[in-house]
Structures are given as C-alpha cells and as structure tokens.
C-alpha cells in the first residue's frame, strides 16, 4: 500500500526562526513527484513546493526547502524566518498514476 | 483568472439522503479529481474525471459516483449518507498529460455535515 508518514502531529516555532517537517513515504516506483501542501483555516489546499523524484537537486522556493533523500525515502521540508502567515497545517503528499496521497499532516504553530 | 471554485461552502444533510456537490475548474484545465478529507486527516482520493469518462478510482464504495460535463464542470454525488461521510470534500483540476498531478490545483471544498 502506498503510504506517506508524517510524525509530528505539532510544531511550533518562534517567528523569524527555522523548523523543519518530516516526512516518509513508501513507494515501489522509480518515477515520482513529491509535493508539501500548506492548508490555512481559510481550508484552500495550496501547493508549498515540489520535487521531481528523478531530480537529484533538493527543491527552492523563497523561504522554503527541501531535504530529499529518494534512497532512504524522506522528503523534509525546512521553512527559513518564520512568519506568523506561515501558520497552517502542512501535508506532504507523492504522485502516483495521477493521483496525490497525502500525508495524515502536521500543524505548525508560529510563536509572536 | 478564476480559480477551482466549488459549491455549496456548507451543506448539512441526514442520513440516508443522497447529495451532489459541484466544482468548476481552472480555466484551461480539462481534468477534475475529487478528494474526501475527514476531520484531522489528510486528503483521500476519490476518482478523477477526464473527457467526461471516470479516469481513474480510489477506494470509496459505489455510493461515490461523479460526472464531467462538456464544460470541463464536474459533480460529485453520494447516495445513501452515513455519518461517516462528513468530510470536506476538495475538488482539483489540471491539465491532461504531463501536468496532471504536479499543476493541479485545489478548490476551497465543500463542507459536508451528515446528521
């Protein structure tokens, strides 16, 4: 069965500081894309970053990066100066055959 | 540039009603995957619908039934409501090929009560 673990069910973290997610997933395919969705009280499901599994060069966006390690199968997500717009609850989630699993989530509490 | 957009916001329904929730894509966007997230969970893959043919389902039973209209608009319908079926219902939509799953872009969802 296909599978993504996020074991921090909480976090928090002060403003303007560093925190990182974790994730595992389980997936007998080579060929893949990894995606950390932020999902905010408003409920919209926004994409925060994603990874193509065959590219070996962590994801960029802003604020936000990847650590992914295909072999071992983890895919973290660190968020840089964190800012109290940042809180929400973050779901890591992979592709498969066109579809997205998703992750049970973590919520993230940014601290003033 | 209008986004996913989907209707009602809130519905409250009983047991044993049947219900159809409806989303309309993102322009340009000609495929429309229906998810069930439950309270405290992540999203769950529902089906996908593409050239108004289910493309693809997950593991939901026959209650869960949808359909794509000319119009790239889609609807979910659930007969025989358990209470187990409250859920936010989140709709998707993405362009064929290459871009379904990393270009696909979420709706606000629809809240579903079933009392």
């Known amino acids: 069965a296909q599978t993504v673990t996020q074991s921090q069910p909480e976090m928090s973290v002060q403003e303007a500081e560093t925190v990182t997610l974790s994730c595992t997933y389980d997936?007998?395919?080579?060929?893949?894309?990894l995606f950390w969705y932020k999902q905010p009280p408003s409920r919209q499901m926004i994409l925060v970053i994603r990874?193509?599994?065959?590219?070996?060069q962590n994801a960029t966006e802003n604020r936000f990066s990847v650590n992914f390690q295909k072999a071992a199968k983890s895919f973290s997500l660190k968020i840089s100066d964190s800012q109290l717009g940042d809180a929400a609850m973050y779901f890591c989630?992979?592709?498969?055959?066109?579809?997205?699993?998703f992750g049970k989530g973590t919520r993230l509490h940014i601290l003033p | 540039d209008a986004g996913v957009t989907q209707s009602p916001t809130h519905l409250i329904k009983t047991r044993g009603q049947q219900v159809t929730l409806r989303c309309s894509p993102k322009?340009?966007?000609?495929?429309v995957s229906w998810y069930q997230q439950a309270l405290g969970q992540g999203p769950q893959f529902i089906f996908q619908?593409?050239?108004?043919?289910?493309?693809q389902r997950g593991n939901f039973p026959d209650r869960f039934s949808g359909h794509q209209f000319p119009n790239y608009s889609s609807e979910l319908n659930v007969n025989a409501l358990l209470l187990g079926d409250s859920a936010l219902y989140l709709c998707?939509?993405?362009?064929?090929?290459?871009?379904?799953?990393?270009?696909?872009?979420f709706g606000p969802g629809t809240r579903l009560t079933v009392t």
């Open positions: 619908y593409y050239e108004e043919e289910e493309r």
């Open positions: 998707a939509s993405s362009p064929i090929g290459t871009g379904i799953v990393h270009e696909q872009y």
């Open positions: 322009s340009g966007h000609d495929t």
């Open positions: 989630a992979y592709s498969e055959d066109d579809k997205i699993i």
């Open positions: 990874q193509e599994a065959y590219k070996q």
């Open positions: 997936t007998s395919e080579s060929d893949y894309y």
